[in-house]
């Protein structure tokens, strides 16, 4: 979630939009010269389907390594596209090309939307309408996940955040929130979580705090709705987060993102931290986080997780296309490949998938998934918690 | 012949900034539509001129009149050390004709081929709490400072970001001085000393003016170093600024917190406008 935007790297981005552009001007026959087989797609005929994937190289390794030969496969004829933009650096202008191609009736360039700002796009009527009757599958997913999405937001993976912990130093991790607040106090100088802001981990343990300290009706409703009097009961939580300040990492730094708190953890500047499931598993794999270090979830409250969504802009000229990737991302078999790529929980549930990939989520069932604020609260979270926490 | 380049400017640099003065003021309408149907939080025009509202929020934020004050504090501070270093090393090298001095130049030009964000990077690492300064010190057994995310850090990668510029820029000046006037003045008796206030100084003052305006606009709006290396909070405003725009989803309160960097650096600006034309002055003569 770290924004940079540096020149070059924007200039190359509309250098590939505009390639991108070129290479889909082809006519929009229904599989008027189907060539059979999966190679052959990319011809001159057939459908094409333009992905935005807006996120960390993980999510390209997962759409271009297992969803996209998956989807292909299923679908010969139809060719898929992506078009990657690194960490979201050009969310904010792919937002607003969206907005303006949507207001303006024109293509905007790309046909289905893996971004951040899919769920804020829902909210400002720019994408299709997607429910049961147009995406049969939505019907099986977690039904907070999919009114986060607002009726045009098609969630498609989950993660959710756990309390990662060196154990050659924590013997015995806290169970509950209250615990993990009272483990920060007698270790002074031992956790850290990351700005809202700038990733959702951090965000996730801010979230969690909140919720503990305000009426759960109201916490509730901020997680489908911009409430401005629920948000009011922020007050509490906000006043418990100040007073970790001389508890945390370097007696109030809060590192910026995600990756950042996971260094902390690897170099054993830290002991405990919110991490992301995913990234967490992925790193481990990779070996950028000592076996040492384990995770597990708290409870009353749990971290909260989220899902990610998928959009269809409301212009596209590529509907049909976009729709079938959309029904086919939420097949068992994609949602396995999520599952094995990236450590993404699925948004299945679990009885639909194959027993391994069941066993591996038994702790992150995303029908027990908390869900995380709608964007436009979150948004409100991150600038409240940067008045009221750091530096007071 | 010089209609291209205006008409260039003008649908480049002038188009966008009257759209963002226009937004900052509450016009959320005609080419503002696109981004303000996604904001939050916007004030919008109430009379035919617009609204303050937007102004009146950011200047009376309490957070935000903090940030002003250490960007301000950083700019001055960073401006002082990177004009004393900077002419420190010309003069070095002016005077001496020592391999060291020459190194010494060359040293402090490198911080121009590594990009910021590396050289943040390096800066947080070299003084975080496991980093060079700690373990080095911790070898003869005393506690060094932990810089990382602290203003020091700020200053230090500012330093080390503006040095560059202003050490070729005043080297330049400095080099400029011939041989026979700094001669003329120790034969007259002055002291070393006395020959650098008196006679170099002087001579390179608005090379050194450039180099100081350059180094503080530059400072006064930087992001990748206060980002990387500087605490959550107070911040500076180019942090703030992008914080708005995408984290608060508050694109409006950004643009005005621009425009008063951008009143901010007219002043500074205002010294560099007197410098060129001082030198055009003396050109004529």
Known sequence: ?392 | MALPPIVLILVFVGLPIVTALLYSLGHTGGLNSVTATIAQHQHVATSWWGTLDAYREVLTNARLQRDLALTVTVTVVSTVAVMLVAFGIALYQRLSDSRLAKALAVLAIVPMFIPVVIGSWAILLFYSGTGFVRTALAQIGVEGPVWAYTQTAIIIGSVWTSLPFAVLMISSGVQAVPDAVIEASRDAGASLARTVWSVILPMATVPVIIAATFTAIGVLGSFTVPYFTGPNAPTMLGVDINNYFSSFNQPQQSVVMAFVVFALASVIGAAYVWANFRTAAKAVR
């Open chain 1, 1 to 392: 979630m770290a924004t940079r935007r540096p020149l070059v790297l924007g200039l190359t981005a509309l250098l590939a939009v505009g390639l991108s552009a070129c290479a889909k001007s082809t006519s929009d026959v229904q599989n008027a010269q189907s060539t059979g087989t999966a190679g052959g797609a990319g011809g001159q005929s057939g459908q094409s389907v333009t992905v935005l994937v807006s996120a960390d190289t993980n999510i390209q390794d997962l759409w271009t390594k297992q969803l996209v030969p998956g989807f292909t496969k299923a679908n010969p004829g139809i060719k898929v596209n992506i078009n990657f933009d690194l960490h979201g650096e050009h969310d904010a202008q792919n937002a607003a090309k969206l907005a303006a191609a949507v207001k303006g009736g024109k293509d905007v360039g790309f046909d289905v939307i893996d971004a951040g700002f899919v769920t804020q796009a829902a909210g400002a009527n720019l994408l299709l309408k997607e429910d049961a009757t147009t995406l049969p599958a939505l019907a099986q997913v977690n039904k907070t996940l999919v009114e986060a999405g607002k009726g045009y937001g098609v969630p498609y993976r989950a993660s959710s955040v756990l309390l990662a912990y060196n154990t050659t130093k924590v013997k015995t991790p806290p169970k509950t929130l209250d615990e993990l607040l009272a483990w920060i106090k007698a270790n002074p100088g031992r956790f850290a979580y990351n700005s809202p802001k700038s990733g959702g981990s951090g965000q996730s343990f801010v979230t969690t705090v909140l919720d503990a300290n305000m009426d759960q009706a109201a916490s509730d409703k901020l997680r489908t709705t911009y409430d401005k009097a629920a948000m009011a009961g922020w007050d509490k939580g906000f006043a418990v987060l100040k007073g970790l300040n001389p508890y945390v990492y370097g007696k109030g730094v809060y590192p910026n993102g995600n990756s950042q708190v996971l260094q902390l953890l690897s170099s054993g500047q830290i002991d405990m931290a919110p991490v992301w499931s995913d990234m967490f598993v992925t790193a481990k794999t990779n070996g950028q986080i000592p076996a040492s270090v384990s995770s597990a979830q708290i409870s009353n409250p749990s971290f909260t997780g989220g899902a990610s969504y998928l959009g269809v802009p409301a212009t596209t000229t590529h509907k049909d296309a976009a729709q079938k990737l959309l029904e086919y991302v939420l097949t068992p078999d994609a949602q396995a490949a999520i599952a094995t790529q990236i450590a993404g929980t699925p948004v299945l549930p679990l009885a639909s998938l194959p027993a391994d990939v069941q066993k591996k989520f038994e702790q992150t069932a995303p029908e027990t998934m908390r869900p995380t604020y709608v964007s436009e609260v979150s948004n409100d979270l991150n600038n409240q918690w940067d008045q009221k926490v750091p530096g007071q």
